[in-house]
């Protein structure tokens, strides 16, 4: 089987900033895509946020894999930089906000007019129409107006976030795969493509359960804890050792589970005799199994229950994830080093001979920035000239 990298030879310019546009530059790089990040002269601000700008893990996390170069794109000498470049690579990714591209020049329109093939990724928090089309958003704004903030949390205690940033990774997949669906017709037709992805769109499509929970019932669907929106049980239940065990049990094996838990009765209880009833009297249904759950340790009932082949499962913390045997054997997390520290990265989840996923550490400030505008026909010295003037920054600059 051949171990040829799925997107080798496509060419990504990335000059996505924060979280959503980085990560699915990084999801592209780990399927075998050439990624160019276009950074600030000035680093970028993710550099910060660490004890150096090439040890920065989260810096790292997201941009692993990619080249580097850095151009001040406001001044009109580095925005027509950005312009040759694109036209020497097949997809454009950028995340701000809806217009700032076009003040410089570097709008879709101008793009695809220079080089009709390119496919153009545009990730914004509400997306380029609208009345909130110029509207700040982030994760948590997101979180909101998708409604997704309002039906996350304990019931009658209050709302939670997502512990994850759930929008921003959410709408970097939703980008990752509208752009390898554009690639494959420009590669049929010829004809390039722009995407627009927002943050909150990518939320309002998740909200499958809550939409439709909410047309058959008329009842607004609020914050269930762990619970499912559709079924019971399946949540979270605290055992006799304090740890919390994941249950989901749908029809086939509700029998099985209730023997298992010492409460057969509940089988030919009327109001538990569908998965959607189960949930309609959850509250009922969970004082039982907690109260039984309660008499033996997490580990005792996941032996029980997964020799019946119900799912169930433990409640990781980041530590105790990062070190369980299962995800160690899925190669989830690569050891690199960085300017002499060690770190893991959080590796691709897609096993395939075609996505090699994490093969090198993030780029330092312009490091390829002569090598690269030297492929489009900069001469060095002017690159030089460029650089003393701050227009770009090449891969001596300390930042």
């Known amino acids: 089987m051949t ?5 080798r030879g496509v060419r990504v310019l990335d000059m996505a900033e924060a979280l959503a546009g980085p990560y699915c530059g990084a999801i592209l790089s780990d399927l075998g895509a050439t990624v160019i990040k276009v950074e600030r002269v000035q680093g970028d601000l993710m550099r910060r946020r660490g004890k150096g700008t090439a040890t920065s893990i989260p810096f790292q996390m997201i941009h692993r894999n990619k080249q ?45 007019g220079d080089s009709p093939r390119l496919v153009y990724c545009s990730i914004s928090g509400f997306g380029q129409n609208g009345p909130l089309r110029h509207a700040a958003g982030v994760d948590l704004i997101a979180q909101g107006y998708g409604g997704l903030l309002g039906v996350t949390g304990i019931p009658g205690v209050g709302l939670a976030k997502a512990g ?34 927002s943050l909150v769109d990518t939320l309002v499509s998740w909200s499958l359960w809550e939409v439709a929970d909410y047309q058959m019932t008329g009842e607004i669907p609020e914050p269930l804890g762990t619970a499912h929106r559709l079924t019971a049980p399946y949540e979270a239940f605290p055992c ?13 094996y509700w029998k099985t589970f209730c023997n298992i838990i010492g409460v ?27 109260e039984r759950l309660r008499t033996e340790p997490r580990d005792v009932w996941m032996e029980r229950l997964r020799q019946a082949g119900i799912p169930c499962g433990l409640v990781h913390d980041v530590a105790s994830m990062m070190e369980d045997p299962q995800i160690a ?37 312009g490091e390829h920035t002569l090598d690269i505008l030297a492929d489009v026909g900069y001469a060095e010295g002017d690159l030089r000239h460029l650089a003393e003037e701050g227009v770009i920054a090449l891969g001596d600059a300390s930042v």
């Open 264 to 290: 057969p009765e509940l089988v030919t209880m009327e109001q538990f005799q569908s998965e959607y009833s189960r949930f309609r009297h959850r509250a009922e249904l969970t004082r039982v199994i907690e």
């Open 3 to 7: 171990t040829e990298p799925f997107l």
């Open 164 to 197: 994850y940033p759930v929008s921003d990774v959410g709408s970097g997949m939703w980008a990752a795969i509208g752009i390898l669906a554009a690639l494959e017709r420009a590669r049929r037709t010829g004809e390039g493509a722009y995407i627009d992805v």
């Open 68 to 112: 580097d170069v850095a151009i001040n794109f406001t001044d009109p000498r580095g925005a027509e930089i950005v312009r040759r470049l694109a036209m020497s690579v097949d997809v454009f990714l950028e995340n701000f906000r809806p217009g700032v591209l076009d003040k410089y020049g570097l709008g879709h329109e101008v793009l695809l």
């Open 240 to 252: 006799a050792d304090g740890q919390w065990l994941t249950i989901a049990v749908v029809d086939r």
């Open 329 to 365: 054997t899925r190669n989830m997390f690569v050891d690199v080093e960085a300017d002499g520290v060690p770190m893991k990265l959080i590796n691709t989840p897609i096993r395939s001979s075609g996505a090699p996923g994490i093969t090198g550490t993030a780029p330092r400030v």
